[in-house]
């Protein structure tokens, strides 16, 4: 039989008594309070984070919420400005149109009185020059019949027809 080894030495009972002696002054020195203030410190921390991470979120989405909707009333407003746009294009188009027929039609008319005008004219023109025709002819017509004898008594029965009429 063999003989047992006493107890000390036995690695593990030493390695048992560092730990136990380790534990001993890590309790006595409160490091096991420390630890926990400072991971309750981190928790804390962190939990305010996720708090403000979570206020920004909100208010992130309350500002996207408002841009959404400004973004439909600009698309809104976008939509009655062009229909608004078209109907007043169509307003002028129409307006116009009829103001060029108008201005044809009074283009018209004053070519129209323009033409009676210039035949009136042309009328009026072709009468004298047949008048000044006329005169001229009967001119020379009496201008020859004046001649000679009987020239003279057609003179003076005119002359003596005046001087009847004149009194």
């Given at each position: 039989m063999?003989h047992?080894?006493?107890?000390?030495?036995?690695p593990t009972f030493?390695?048992?008594i560092?730990?136990?002696?380790f534990?001993?002054?890590?309790?006595?020195s409160?490091?096991?309070m420390?630890?926990?203030?400072?991971?309750?410190a981190?928790a804390?921390s962190i939990?305010?984070?996720l708090?403000?991470a979570?206020?920004l979120?909100k208010?992130a989405?309350?500002?996207?919420a408002?841009?959404?909707?400004?973004q439909?009333?600009?698309?809104?407003l976008?939509?009655?400005?062009?229909?608004?746009?078209?109907?007043a294009?169509e307003?002028?188009?129409?307006?116009?149109?009829?103001?060029?027929?108008?201005?044809?039609?009074r283009?018209?008319?004053?070519s129209?009185?323009k033409?009676v005008q210039a035949?009136?004219f042309?009328?009026k023109?072709?009468k004298?020059?047949?008048?000044?025709?006329?005169v001229a002819?009967?001119?020379e017509v009496?201008?020859?019949s004046?001649?000679?004898k009987n020239?003279?008594?057609i003179?003076?029965d005119?002359?003596?027809?005046?001087?009847?009429k004149?009194?």
């Amino acid at each position: 039989m063999e003989h047992a080894a006493p107890f000390y030495d036995d690695p593990t009972f030493w390695v048992a008594i560092a730990f136990f002696v380790f534990m001993g002054g890590v309790l006595y020195s409160k490091v096991h309070m420390q630890l926990a203030a400072t991971l309750d410190a981190k928790a804390a921390s962190i939990k305010a984070q996720l708090d403000e991470a979570l206020n920004l979120r909100k208010e992130a989405e309350k500002f996207l919420a408002d841009y959404q909707r400004k973004q439909r009333d600009a698309q809104k407003l976008a939509e009655t400005i062009i229909s608004d746009a078209v109907h007043a294009a169509e307003s002028l188009k129409t307006q116009a149109s009829k103001d060029i027929a108008e201005m044809i039609e009074r283009r018209e008319r004053l070519s129209k009185e323009k033409l009676v005008q210039a035949e009136l004219f042309a009328i009026k023109e072709v009468k004298i020059a047949a008048v000044r025709a006329a005169v001229a002819a009967s001119k020379e017509v009496l201008a020859a019949s004046l001649q000679g004898k009987n020239g003279d008594s057609i003179v003076k029965d005119s002359i003596g027809e005046v001087g009847s009429k004149l009194h």
